[in-house]
């Protein structure tokens, strides 16, 4: 079975500065990929980036990166630039192959609170 | 529509009424995946369907629960004789095949049961 780890409840950051958002994952599939969502208050999920785990670089969308460590399997987000518009949950999930497609597993959130 | 719509955002209901929640997907996009996600939670998967096959139903918590869908349109996710621990949100996802692309999320619907 695949899990998804995020060990980090609350982070807390201020305007302007970078934060990383932990993510590590359990799988015994070599093909694999790995997705950051973001959920404001809102309710919606939004997708951030995705990286699969053949890439052979980190994945980046704009202020987004994703520090992947194979070895280590870990995934982990950084946000360089933090807004007050990043203060959301963020979640982190793995591709879970089923037979015949693929569903998403979550890791249980990070909240980010983004202060002036 | 242009994005994946949910409704009702909000139901209230007491324990032990059926409710009925639906979902309509964003237009094109033959796959279609209701999640549950509890207060403080991740999302739990629930269900899946993909075009007129049969759906997988394997994450159903129990036979309280169903879902229906007509073709690649709306489906209905349908939670009969309530209990508390229903309360949720319960998250609607369509993507253009199931084989591994981004998943586009509703906003959800927000169930309390009294």
């Known amino acids: 079975a695949q899990k998804i780890t995020q060990t980090q409840p609350g982070m807390f950051v201020q305007e302007k500065e970078a934060v990383t958002l932990d993510c590590t994952y359990d799988?015994?599939?070599?093909?694999?990929?790995l997705f950051w969502y973001k959920q404001p208050s809102s309710g919606e999920m939004i997708f951030l980036i995705y990286q699969g785990s053949y890439d052979e670089q980190n994945a980046t969308e704009g202020r987004y990166s994703l520090n992947f460590q194979k070895a280590r399997k870990s995934a982990n987000l950084v946000i360089s630039a933090s807004q007050l518009g990043d203060s959301a949950m963020y979640f982190c999930a793995m591709r879970e192959r089923r037979s015949g497609y693929s569903t998403l597993t979550f890791g249980k959130g990070t909240m980010l609170l983004v202060s002036p | 529509g242009a994005g994946v719509s949910q409704s009702p955002s909000n139901k209230v209901t007491e324990k032990g009424k059926d409710v009925e929640l639906r979902c309509d997907p964003i237009?094109?996009?033959?796959?279609l995946y209701w999640y549950r996600q509890r207060l403080g939670q991740g999302l739990e998967f629930l269900i899946y369907?993909?075009?007129?096959?049969?759906?997988?139903k394997s994450g159903l918590p129990s036979d309280r629960f169903s879902a229906e869908r007509t073709g690649e349109s709306v489906s209905t996710l349908t939670i009969q004789r309530t209990q508390q621990e229903d309360s949720a949100v319960y998250l609607c996802?369509?993507?253009?095949?199931?084989?591994?692309?981004?998943?586009?999320f509703g906003e959800g619907s927000r169930l309390t049961v009294l």
């Open positions: 237009s094109g996009h033959t796959a």
């Open positions: 369907f993909q075009g007129n096959s049969a759906p997988d």
């Open positions: 996802a369509s993507s253009t095949t199931g084989g591994g692309g981004e998943l586009f």
């Open positions: 799988t015994s599939d070599q093909s694999y990929g």
